[in-house]
C-alpha cells in the first residue's frame, strides 16, 4: 500500500521493455508511468509493456478540508498531467493512493515511531484505502480517470505483534504502515476489491481497459 514520495522531477533514464516494440507501421504510441513508486513500477511491469518512468513535479499537499478520495483523484490526474505536458504525445499514468479511517487521512509513517502509532490507530479497524488512476494522452485528448476503493479489516493487533512486523518488513513508504503483499497480510482480517493489485499501488484491471482505450493493448503485440 504505498504512498507518496516527494521529490525534484528527476527522470528515470532506464526503459522497461519486456516486449520488443512494434514496427513503425503500427506503431503504439509511447507509455510513461508519473510516478517515484517502486511498487506501481512492479505492477505495470506485469503487463509486459515497454514503457518509461518519470517522476511527476508535483505538490502532494491536501488541500483544505478535501475528502481522502478526492484527493487521491487530483493527484492521480495532477502526476498524469505535468508528465503529459511535456511528452503530450505518449500515453501517461498517473496514480494515487491514500489510506481513510473514520473520514481521516493516512499516509505513509517515514519513522518506526509514526509506524507503530499508524498501526495502533488501525488495529480492529475498518480502512478504505482509495487508489485512483488517471491515463491521459493530450495529443489526441484522450483522458480517463478510474478509482479503486479498497475496503480492508485489521485484526487487533498485539504491540509484540507490531513490533516484529515493522522490524522485519519496514514499510515506511506503505500508506498505513501496511505492505500487504509480504508480511503485512498478517495484518488483515478481510480484503474488499474488485481489482486486486489496487491495494498496492495501481489497478491493473482498471489501467488496462484506459490503456486499450488510448491505444496500447497489452494483448496485443
Keep these: 500500500m504505498p504512498r507518496r514520495p516527494s521529490g525534484p522531477a528527476d527522470t528515470v533514464a532506464d526503459t522497461i521493455a519486456d516486449t520488443p516494440t512494434v514496427s513503425a507501421a503500427g506503431a503504439r504510441p509511447a507509455l510513461i508511468l508519473a510516478s517515484t513508486?517502486?511498487?506501481?513500477?512492479?505492477l505495470?511491469?506485469?503487463?509486459?509493456?515497454?514503457?518509461?518512468?518519470i517522476a511527476p513535479d508535483v505538490d502532494e499537499s491536501a488541500l483544505a478540508a478535501e475528502a481522502p478520495a478526492d484527493l487521491a483523484r487530483r493527484l492521480s490526474r495532477a502526476k498524469a498531467a505535468?508528465?503529459?505536458?511535456?511528452h503530450?504525445?505518449?500515453v501517461v499514468i498517473g496514480s494515487d493512493q491514500v489510506c481513510e479511517v473514520d473520514g481521516?487521512?493516512?499516509?505513509?509513517?517515514?519513522?518506526?515511531?509514526?509506524?507503530?502509532?499508524?498501526?495502533?490507530?488501525?488495529s480492529a479497524q475498518r480502512a478504505v484505502f482509495h487508489t485512483s488512476v488517471c491515463?491521459?494522452?493530450?495529443?489526441?485528448?484522450?483522458?480517463?480517470?478510474?478509482?479503486?476503493?479498497?475496503?480492508?479489516?485489521?485484526?487487533?493487533?498485539?504491540?509484540?505483534e507490531i513490533e516484529h512486523y515493522l522490524r522485519t518488513e519496514q514499510p515506511y513508504d506503505c500508506a498505513g504502515s501496511a505492505k500487504c503483499e509480504t508480511l503485512g497480510?498478517?495484518?488483515l482480517e478481510a480484503i474488499?476489491?474488485?481489482?486486486?493489485?489496487?491495494?498496492?499501488?495501481?489497478?491493473?484491471?482498471?489501467?488496462?481497459?484506459?490503456?486499450?482505450?488510448?491505444g496500447i493493448d497489452p494483448l496485443r503485440p
Excluded: N, W
Design 185 to 187: 497480510i498478517a495484518l
Design 135 to 160: 491515463v491521459m494522452r493530450r495529443s489526441t485528448g484522450y483522458e480517463s480517470h478510474a478509482a479503486a476503493p479498497v475496503v480492508v479489516r485489521f485484526r487487533t493487533l498485539q504491540p509484540a
Design 104 to 122: 481521516e487521512a493516512i499516509g505513509k509513517p517515514g519513522t518506526h515511531e509514526r509506524a507503530v502509532q499508524q498501526l495502533r490507530r488501525l
Design 192 to 214: 474488499e476489491s474488485d481489482d486486486p493489485t489496487a491495494l498496492v499501488g495501481l489497478p491493473l484491471i482498471r489501467t488496462a481497459r484506459m490503456l486499450r482505450e488510448a
Design 37 to 42: 513508486s517502486r511498487y506501481r513500477r512492479e
Design 82 to 86: 505535468a508528465v503529459a505536458m511535456q
Design 88 to 90: 503530450p504525445d505518449a
Design 44 to 53: 505495470l511491469a506485469r503487463l509486459r509493456l515497454p514503457f518509461e518512468v
